[in-house]
C-alpha cells in the first residue's frame, strides 16, 4: 500500500527551478514531521530538508537560500521548492514520514550544466 506519493521531478538545466510534491494520508501527514531525502550514484541517502508539524524547518548546509521545504495541511502534502539548481543537486529525491518510517518511491531530479 502506497503511503507517500511523489511527484515534481525532471531535467532541467544548471540555475533552473523545479518544485517536488508528496501526498500522504492526513493519518500519516498530521501526526508526523516530513522530510527530503536525496541519493545520488554511488553515494548515500542524506537529508535535504525537514519540516515538523507545526512548521519548523531544517536544511542541509547545501541547500540553504536555494531549497525551501513547506506544508499545506488543506491538501497533506509536502513540497521542495529547488531554485537555483546545480549540477550536484542530481539525485533521486525521496519524501519520508518520520513517524512511520515511510518512504515515497523516489523521483529523478536531473540538472544538467
Known amino acids: 500500500q502506497v503511503q507517500l506519493v511523489e511527484s515534481g521531478g525532471g531535467l532541467v538545466q544548471a540555475g533552473g527551478s523545479l518544485r517536488l510534491s508528496c501526498a500522504a494520508s492526513?493519518?500519516?501527514?498530521?501526526?508526523?514531521?516530513m522530510g527530503w531525502y536525496r541519493q545520488a550514484p554511488g553515494k548515500q541517502r542524506e537529508l535535504v530538508a525537514a519540516?515538523?508539524?507545526?512548521?519548523?524547518?531544517n536544511y542541509a548546509d547545501a541547500v540553504k537560500g536555494r531549497f525551501t521545504i513547506s506544508r499545506d495541511n488543506a491538501k497533506n502534502t509536502v513540497y521542495l521548492q529547488m531554485n537555483s539548481l546545480k549540477p550536484e543537486d542530481t539525485a533521486v529525491y525521496y519524501c519520508?514520514?518520520?513517524?512511520?518510517?515511510?518512504w515515497g518511491q523516489g523521483t529523478q531530479v536531473t540538472v544538467s550544466s
Open positions: 519520508h514520514a518520520d513517524n512511520f518510517d515511510y
Open positions: 519540516t515538523t508539524s507545526g512548521g519548523s524547518t
Open positions: 492526513r493519518r500519516i501527514f498530521r501526526a508526523s514531521p
